[in-house]
């Protein structure tokens, strides 16, 4: 089944699931052979078009070579190497144990694959949100289609031209188009969906896979705290922190969404940030062809009301015809301003100053569970005391982001950041079923199940429990 570049409506797409669920059935997806070849013709795809997908984050986002490799397609290979090394042990039967009055028997989990699972990119990581849920959904047996984002759309265009060169298409398939598309796909009825994004969106796709009981995963946002303690190394926090918030211009939704720190800890921290974001970017971000753009108009003119919620203390420079927003650090904003209220989703980095350190998890535990939660602390009591009070999808101590480098670590949120999660084995579990097997045999049966009962059977019944 080729992809479709011009998208779909209810009843092609209904049609297009029918076939991704025939062929599903008719087992050739279950094979471990199959699947490592699909992963392996995935890594192919990226890696003998690694310049042309380059070119496309840099004409949607402005990302530069080096980013895009870095946060994408590097990303990616990483995924599909880690999948292809532990399918094995992945997909094994797990012995369980089998009490006394089932034996002779054995008992076991059996990994298989749930079906034909949708999954909906986001458009600030275009690739990378794309395949890497793809990747688990190859692993675990599955048919797949991709419905990329329509605002990153020369990413979306080369995705849905080149993956029915690659892989199999009778299996996958990549379907273009906005909103009539996507809700034509969510009409149908899909084994698993995988959707990233925001949370109003998110609500829509869960009330939608609802209505055939559909099991979601929902990777999410929110206003990921950055708690930095008056102990901490501010020059290696401040680069860090810089990094984690201005890479993709901030469109990151693990990215640090706010700062938490005392007087005492803003007095030298963020003379630090502003001169580690100068070292990054240069004097004028605008003018650097590391730094990048926002993803349309739209959001870079929301980006600049934000600038009125406070005082800018570096950056704000905003030019929308360029989709540019300067990397900002702003002071004296309001709990109550709406930049900190929605998630800012871009290069704004408010600080909020506490009188006392000891209040940080009392702020963070008055707002919804964030994505993300970093602490910049060089004592592990107090970075333990933050994490063990406050519920988080992800947690990182002395670094931004760098938890999606592990491989065996879950990404996922908590709350109105998320549920599920995916990454390594955990998304080979997310997009596999595990069936309990008992397998027994025709000798020995004993009949103190069967009726007529009496009290000998009940006694050994007792006995035997």
């Not at 990921?224 to 939704?253: H, L, Y």
């Amino acid at each position: 089944m080729a992809s479709n570049p011009g998208g779909v409506d209810e009843l092609n797409a209904a049609a297009l699931v029918a076939g991704l669920r025939t062929y599903f059935r008719s087992g050739t997806t279950a094979e471990l052979s199959w699947r490592r070849q699909q992963l392996r013709q995935l890594r192919r795809m990226l890696a003998e078009n690694e310049p042309r997908f380059l070119q496309v984050l840099r004409q949607d986002l402005h990302k530069a070579p080096q980013e895009g490799f870095m946060t994408e397609v590097s990303a990616l290979y990483g995924d599909i190497d880690h999948a292809l090394k532990h399918l094995k042990k992945w997909a094994r039967l797990r012995r369980a144990s089998t009490p006394i009055v089932a034996q002779p028997a054995k008992s076991y989990v059996q990994p298989e694959p749930l079906g034909v699972v949708l999954i909906i990119g986001a458009w600030n990581y275009p690739l990378q949100l794309l395949l890497s849920p793809l990747v688990p959904a190859i692993a675990a047996g599955n048919c797949a289609v991709l419905k990329p984002s329509e605002l990153a759309p020369a990413t979306s265009a080369l995705v849905a031209e080149l993956l029915p060169r690659y892989l199999d298409r009778d299996a996958f398939t990549c379907v273009e188009g906005a909103v009539p598309e996507t809700t034509a796909l969510l009409e149908q009825r899909w084994d698993h969906i995988l959707y990233t994004g925001g949370g109003r969106v998110g609500k829509i796709v869960m009330a939608a896979a609802a209505r055939h009981l559909t099991p979601v995963t929902l990777e999410l946002g929110g206003k990921s705290p950055c708690i930095v303690a008056d102990d901490a190394n501010m020059e290696i926090a401040a680069r860090r922190i810089a990094w984690g918030k201005f890479t993709n211009a901030g469109q990151t939704c693990i990215a640090p969404d706010y700062l938490l720190c005392t007087e005492r800890t803003a007095e030298r921290l963020l003379p630090a940030i502003e001169q580690a974001t100068r070292e990054m970017f240069g004097d004028d971000p605008q003018r650097s062809a590391d730094y990048g753009r926002i993803v349309n108009r739209a959001h870079a003119e929301r980006l600049a009301g934000f600038l009125a919620d406070g005082d800018v203390i570096f950056g704000g420079q905003v030019d929308v015809e360029e989709r540019y927003v300067a990397p900002t650090l702003m002071r004296n904003v309001s709990v109550e301003a709406a930049v900190m209220q929605e998630e800012i989703f871009g290069p704004i980095l408010p600080v909020v100053v506490l009188d006392d350190f000891s209040k940080v998890e009392e702020f963070v535990n008055g707002r919804e569970k964030p994505l993300a939660l970093y602490v910049f602390t060089e004592d592990d009591s107090t970075a333990d005391r933050v994490l063990s009070r406050c519920s988080s999808g992800n947690a990182c101590i002395n670094d931004c982001m760098m938890f999606m480098t592990a491989h065996d670590l879950p990404f996922g949120g908590v709350g109105s950041s998320g549920m599920g999660a995916y990454h390594g084995e955990h998304g080979f579990r997310t997009f596999s079923h595990f069936k309990a097997v008992m397998k027994r045999r025709s000798i020995l049966d004993l009949d103190l199940r069967y009726a007529p009962f009496n009290a000998r059977k009940f006694k050994l019944l007792r006995l035997l429990r």
